[in-house]
């Protein structure tokens, strides 16, 4: 399959939690138009999760791509670039499996998917109760308008405003950075982060190497990749309030620390676009470990009986 078969691939992230990702599954699906990809970067699930790839596999035209890695620890940086070696749009979006895009976020992101721009977004961060009843009662919040929010759900937005004391979550009466408008600031995502929602063009991820796998543990990796991809020149806008995200309360991750503090100040002191350990070194790990010494071993980037495009 040529790479540019699909004006776009979404890529989305998981780790055990296949609730979530059925979720965001069943929101892709409801996007009107089907001509993308679905790539799921698995960072070493279970069972569950793959179940849950294959069991959406048809719903999409294109079916759904599983990339697995075993479990070894946090590895996001390093199942991002695994998924990324099977996306094959020339346009990818990267979101995380506990997050849920908005009804038409697909439109919003390719209208603001202009060369020279990479995409970031907002978050509204559900609380506890109201995240239950999503995961359990199927509540369609991703279908809500903005004045459905207002009267159904009022104190999500009102603390949601209050953590990131940003203005316009959903309802953005000032915030008009859009790529798209001349002499706009540039978009800073809420908590500086890149990782729930990215909107970037295939050949500036190549440029600068993908995201660098030396990022082992939680946190750093979409900053560090959002830093070198502004170095090369890139600037970052806002696709609007279709593409804000909504994300589903959970516990911590047990065991996770913030430990990639000192990889993201050597990024941020260095003047390097490209990452250190990335989508080339990926490709001679792979080519390394498939020689005889590791024949048999559980093929990492492999598929999972979802369907395939």
């Given amino acids: 399959m040529s790479r540019s078969s699909f004006p776009i691939s979404v890529v989305v992230s998981t ?11 069943r929101v892709l699906a409801e996007e009107k138009s089907q001509g993308f990809q679905v790539v799921v970067a698995d960072d070493g699930s279970g069972a569950k999760t793959a179940e849950t790839v294959s069991s959406w596999g048809g719903q999409f035209a ?8 075993p479990d070894a620890g946090f590895r996001k940086s390093r199942i991002w670039n695994l998924a990324l ?9 990267l979101i995380d499996g506990d997050s849920l895009p908005r009804r038409g976020f697909l439109a919003a992101t390719l209208r603001a998917a202009l060369p020279g721009w990479m995409l970031a977004s907002k978050r509204l961060n559900l609380s506890p109760s109201l995240s239950r009843r999503v995961l ?51 978009f800073t995502p809420p908590y500086n982060g890149y990782g729930f929602f990215m909107g970037v063009w295939r050949q500036d991820l190549e440029r600068v190497n993908g995201f660098d796998m030396r990022y082992e543990g939680w946190g750093g990796e979409d900053v560090d990749l959002g830093v070198r991809l502004r170095r090369a020149g890139v600037r970052c806008g806002w696709p609007g309030p279709r593409t804000t995200m909504l994300h589903l309360w959970h516990a911590p991750r047990k065991g996770l ?13 260095s003047n390097r676009i490209e990452a250190l350990e990335g989508l080339r070194e990926l490709e001679t790990q792979l080519k390394d470990s498939s020689g005889p010494a590791s024949s048999g071993s559980h093929s990492e980037s492999g598929d999972t009986g979802a369907a395939h495009g």
């Fill in 15 to 25: 780790y055990d939690w296949p609730e979530a990702l059925d979720l965001v599954l």
């Fill in 62 to 69: 294109h079916g759904v791509k599983h990339v697995w890695q």
């Fill in 257 to 269: 620390t913030k430990s990639n503090t000192p990889l993201e100040e050597e990024t941020r002191r």
């Fill in 136 to 186: 359990e009662d199927r509540v369609p919040v991703w279908r809500w308008s903005a004045a459905e929010w207002v009267a159904r759900a009022p104190r999500e937005l009102f603390v949601a405003y209050r953590e990131t004391a940003s203005p316009g979550l959903l309802v953005p009466l000032r915030d008009r950075r859009r790529p798209w408008r001349q002499n706009q600031r540039e």
């Fill in 85 to 93: 070696r099977q996306a094959r749009g020339d346009y990818v979006v």
